[in-house]
């Protein structure tokens, strides 16, 4: 993994919403990133975390050797990352994972996010806009204060929000608000908590494309810990064959 390896100087590291913050960083590391849905594994220079943070890649920018990554501060290792300041340097393996790819002959495509699963969704928004595809994007938050890059998502498409206690937007799920806009599509790509794919499979699960987030050891195949059981094969790494997988061959948990 060596080859996939970047000594990263932070640029910002800025507060969006609720508990979540927008990290830019820049280094010739973001060679290595291929395409949207791929991430970064982050080494936090500290004795209580031992073990790497994986972190999707929101954007990246060749020219500029940058790369974009939205975080929530859940623990120890997000706690400290928050703390972290520009001109400081952020030592990471990147452009891990099989990422999203674009069918082609594609229309209409839809973009299926839950809380910090909506930033994988964005590099692949301006891909798929530059590919001149109708884009439109379904979003779900806790509520009002937990959303973020809605305005950014606009430039590519419409954009629809759920909030679960109706503060903003529609109230219910991802999934009540495609029924009920009736919203139609030739393929989803979706990003969120396992609950919100869970249900993405049982309503379509011929047309999408799934990015799941697993806890994992080494984020490159070695250490098996993120192993899930699929239709079309023993298992899969989330780290190395996923994150992103075909909705087919999904298996529903529960």
Known sequence: MANKHGIMQIVSNVKIAKDVYKMIV????????????????????????YLRRPMSICDYDYATDSLTIIYKVVGRGTRLMQKMQPNEYVDMLIGLGNGFMIPNSIKTALLVGGGVGVPPLYKLAKDLHQK?????????????????YEEEFKQFGQVYIATDDGSYGFKGNVIELIKEKKIRYDKYFACGPERMLDGLVL?????GYLSFEERMGC????CMGCSCKVK???YKRICVEGPVLEASEVIVSG
């Open 26 to 49: 820049k280094g010739d590391g973001v060679k290595y990133i291929q395409r949207p849905g791929q991430f970064v594994n982050l080494k936090i220079d500290n004795i209580e975390t």
């Open 132 to 148: 001149d595809i109708n884009v439109v994007s379904v979003f779900g938050f806790r509520n009002k204060e937990d959303i973020f």
């Open 203 to 207: 309503f379509d699960h011929h047309n």
């Open 219 to 222: 984020g490159f195949g070695a």
């Open 232 to 234: 079309t094969a023993p």
